[in-house]
Nanobody, 123 residues
Framework: VQLQASGGGSVQAGGSLRLSCAAS????????MGWLRQAPGKEREFVAA????????AYIDSVKGRFTISRDSAKNTVYLQMNSLRPEDTAVYFC?????????????????WGKGTLVTVSS
């Protein structure tokens, strides 16, 4: 199983990036998928998740209104559109999947996660 994140880069504050995650090795149609991030010197934290049937999304409070998660189950792909980026969003972003709900991932549950992609936001 692989979860390959891409789309990271360096932007100035206020800019936008779109992360993509291509999942392979199994079908994730029944999995909640989402994004975690880890800033330098900090613990990994939940960012966003979307349920397998698109019915539920969840975000960490600090990104609400700025980030949007979406998925294309037919392509086993999940996206994170990040707008109005702030320096505090600087982190390595990881794609993750869990056989559970968005609440499961928000509380730290993950079954799979991949190598991350670095997002750097300068002021």
């Amino acid at each position: 199983v692989q979860l390959q994140a891409s789309g990271g880069g360096s932007v100035q504050a206020g800019g936008s990036l779109r992360l993509s995650c291509a999942a392979s090795g199994r079908t994730f149609t029944s999995y909640t998928m989402g994004w975690l991030r880890q800033a330098p010197g900090k613990e990994r934290e939940f960012v966003a998740a979307i349920s397998w049937n698109y019915g539920t999304v969840a975000y960490i409070d600090s990104v609400k209104g700025r980030f949007t998660i979406s998925r294309d189950s037919a392509k086993n792909t999940v996206y994170l559109q990040m707008n109005s980026l702030r320096p505090e969003d600087t982190a390595v972003y990881f794609c993750a999947a869990v056989l559970g709900t968005t609440a499961t991932m928000k509380s730290g549950g993950t079954d799979y996660w991949g190598k991350g992609t670095l997002v750097t936001v300068s002021s």
